[in-house]
Structures are given as C-alpha cells and as structure tokens.
C-alpha cells in the first residue's frame, strides 16, 4: 500500500476482548472501501487479545499492531494519533460491528470535508443482532453539508452534539495542528469532550444518516459503573469548550443553542451528586456534602435550571435537591438506601 495516498486510517483501541475481537475485526477487513490502515493498539491485555492482533496482522498488510501498558482507553486512541498515516481518522471499539459499506459511505459523504458526523447508530444486544439486517449502502443520505463559516453557524449546534467518536471522521492534520488529544483523566465522556474540542478548528463539514455501526450493549462496561462518572473537573472542561464554540459560531440565542449541552451536563452531573451512595463507589459524608454544594453552586447548573429541555423524570427529585441545597438533609437517608443496594441502577 502507497501510504503516501492512504486515505484513512481506521485506530481501534483493544483490551480484554478476546471473545469479541475477531468480529468486529473481520467486520473492519470487509469493507467495500479498502484504502485504509488498521491500527490496533493493545492497551496491556492480560487474555489473548494481544496475540490475536498479532495473528491479523500477519495476514494482513493494512494491519499495523501496537502493544502498550495499559493506561486506559483514551491512552489508546492517543497512541493511535500518533501512529496514523492517513489523512482522516476513524475511531471504533474493538467489541463491536461495522456494516460491510460502512467506511464507503463515511468517505462518500465527507468529500474532502473537515468533519463528519453520521447518525443513527444500532444498539442492540448481541443474541439480537442480525447482520443481514442492516441497510445498503444506497441507504445512506447525506442531511446537510457545510463549507462556509456562514453555513457553519448555521449548522450549530447540531454539529457538535453526539457524543460517540465512532460516529465521526476527523481530519488527521486538523487533530496534529491544534494538538487534539482525548483527555486522560476521564474515564467517561472524553470522547464528546475530544468532539467538542475539534469541532472548534474545522472549516468544513457534513452530517449524514445511515445505521452502519453496531454498538453491542454491554452490562459491564463503563457506562454502568457508578466508580467511572465524572467528577467537577469534567463539567468545568465541557463548559469552558462549550463557551470557545459558542466564541466560535456566535449563536443568536445562546440559552436556546444550548439545549443539547444542557441536557447532556444536567443528567452527567445529577449523577454525580449520588455517586458517593452507591457501594462501589462509596464516599465519606463530608465528600458526599461537597459534591452537593459544588453542583448547586456550579452556574451552568443553575442556569439550565431555568431552561427548557428534557428531563429524566428519575431525577426530579435530584435536582430539586440540589436546587433547594437540601444534600445535607438527605444524605442519610440515600446513605441508607445506597448500602442496601436501593437506589436504582438506572440512576446512572
């Protein structure tokens, strides 16, 4: 392969996914649109992971393996950014599928554009997933497109509100040039955060509709670990990048622009002010307190607290609590329930 025409580089991070690997591989390794490199970058698996990227690789050319101590997913995909040749990147889990014309369909419809968000994800369980299901790649419709600072505003903030980065393509020297990085410290949420921060520096872009990534539901992963949601310093970063966005586009009405955000923080951080009741990452009161106080006192908090956007009915009662700075008269009775295993795990 000429790399010096390389196309895409396509970086999966891996870690403990044996059992999985190999499909969400042979997924990638099918693909209609065959100019790309596969980096896979093991993150210091302890079951056979490691290995199996090893085997694809002597069986494939395209297929570049990097074997690292771990250091988390973000580390990962880092790793990855460094290691990329080609000209977009492509970000997708190591447990899931990708449609056959999945890669074809992203390439079509950036068209030499900064970025690309597609919609329409499957989610499924993997005992439901049917392959055979999933749509041609004449399905796909690009929605809007973006190619002036003008049709840039007028594409925010929808642009920048999805959260998965498989569900992007970015420009590699967009990344390099304004030294984009996931952020380590967060175990949740760095991959809108790394969204939000590209989206700053781009000066084209396209969003398009088409369920060709398969997103398999997973009990165990970090989106069902009460010891994995974020802290205050999490908030405090999607603010602060928000407002240079909004520096950025200019919104006319920024209250109303900031629906999604709103959102998107308001749940994030309700979840926060319970993180200390549940066992597995259980808090002292005077931390318990403190969280509290930094959520009511947070002003993106009480800002939204006004605003109109939906809202989990799960968490009216958080919110007023927070809203009326009752933590303190609370806190023993969720201490109560959280050590009895009361408070539902839908709560985060």
Same mark, same amino acid.
């Given at each position: 392969?000429?790399?010096?025409?390389?196309?895409?580089?396509?970086?999966?991070?891996?870690?403990?996914? %044996?059992?999985?690997?190999?499909?969400?591989?042979?997924?990638?390794?099918? +693909?209609?649109?065959?100019?790309?490199?596969?980096?896979?970058?093991?993150?210091?698996?302890?079951?056979?992971?490691?290995?199996?990227?090893?085997?694809?690789?002597?069986?494939?050319?395209?297929?570049?393996?990097?074997?690292?101590?771990?250091?988390?997913?973000?580390?990962?995909?880092?790793?990855?950014?460094?290691?990329?040749?080609?000209?977009?990147?492509?970000? /997708?889990?190591?447990?899931? *599928?990708?449609?056959?014309?999945? #890669?074809?369909?992203?390439?079509?419809?950036?068209?030499?554009?900064?970025?690309?968000?597609?919609?329409?994800?499957?989610?499924?369980?993997?005992?439901?997933?049917?392959?055979?299901? #999933?749509?041609?790649?004449?399905?796909?419709?690009?929605?809007?497109?973006?190619?002036?600072?003008?049709?840039?505003?007028?594409?925010?903030?929808?642009?920048?509100?999805? /959260?998965?980065?498989?569900?992007? #393509?970015?420009?590699?020297?967009?990344?390099?040039?304004?030294?984009?990085?996931?952020?380590?410290?967060?175990?949740?949420?760095?991959?809108?955060?790394?969204?939000?921060?590209?989206?700053?520096?781009?000066?084209?872009?396209?969003?398009?509709?088409? +369920?060709?990534?398969? *997103?398999?539901?997973?009990?165990?992963?970090?989106?069902?670990?009460?010891?994995?949601?974020?802290?205050?310093?999490?908030?405090?970063?999607?603010?602060?990048?928000?407002? +240079?966005?909004?520096?950025?586009?200019?919104?006319?009405?920024?209250?109303?622009?900031?629906?999604?955000?709103?959102?998107?923080? *308001?749940?994030?951080?309700?979840?926060?002010?319970?993180?200390?009741?549940?066992?597995?990452?259980?808090?002292?009161?005077? %931390?318990?307190?403190?969280?509290?106080?930094?959520?009511?006192?947070?002003?993106?908090?009480?800002?939204?607290?006004?605003?109109?956007?939906?809202?989990?009915?799960?968490?009216?009662?958080?919110?007023?609590?927070?809203?009326?700075?009752?933590?303190?008269?609370?806190?023993?009775?969720?201490?109560?329930?959280?050590?009895?295993?009361?408070?539902?795990?839908?709560?985060?």
């Amino acid at each position: 392969m000429n790399m010096h025409q390389l196309k895409l580089s396509v970086v999966v991070p891996v870690y403990n996914v %044996e059992q999985y690997l190999p499909t969400m591989l042979d997924s990638i390794l099918a +693909q209609t649109f065959a100019e790309f490199e596969l980096l896979l970058i093991d993150d210091g698996s302890t079951d056979g992971s490691g290995t199996l990227c090893d085997d694809y690789a002597a069986r494939d050319a395209r297929i570049r393996v990097f074997h690292k101590e771990n250091g988390g997913v973000s580390s990962a995909r880092n790793r990855g950014i460094e290691e990329a040749r080609g000209e977009y990147l492509y970000f /997708c889990d190591g447990d899931d *599928y990708l449609s056959p014309c999945l #890669l074809e369909v992203m390439m079509g419809a950036i068209n030499g554009r900064d970025y690309l968000r597609v919609n329409s994800p499957l989610s499924t369980l993997r005992k439901d997933f049917d392959p055979a299901a #999933l749509p041609p790649a004449s399905a796909a419709c690009v929605l809007q497109t973006a190619d002036t600072d003008d049709q840039l505003r007028a594409l925010f903030p929808e642009m920048a509100c999805a /959260c998965y980065l498989w569900q992007h #393509l970015y420009r590699r020297a967009v990344v390099l040039s304004n030294d984009l990085r996931l952020d380590t410290r967060f175990a949740r949420g760095e991959d809108a955060l790394f969204n939000f921060s590209y989206v700053r520096h781009i000066h084209s872009a396209a969003i398009a509709d088409f +369920q060709g990534y398969v *997103y398999f539901q997973n009990p165990g992963s970090a989106v069902h670990d009460p010891r994995k949601i974020n802290e205050i310093d999490y908030f405090e970063a999607v603010e602060a990048v928000w407002e +240079q966005l909004e520096s950025r586009f200019r919104p006319a009405d920024v209250q109303k622009e900031r629906t999604w955000v709103y959102s998107y923080l *308001y749940h994030n951080m309700l979840q926060f002010a319970i993180k200390g009741y549940f066992p597995a990452a259980a808090a002292g009161r005077k %931390e318990r307190l403190r969280r509290w106080r930094q959520i009511a006192h947070d002003p993106w908090f009480c800002a939204m607290r006004k605003a109109d956007f939906p809202r989990a009915s799960r968490f009216k009662i958080v919110e007023n609590v927070c809203r009326l700075r009752l933590g303190w008269l609370v806190d023993p009775a969720l201490q109560f329930l959280g050590r009895r295993n009361k408070i539902p795990s839908n709560s985060f």
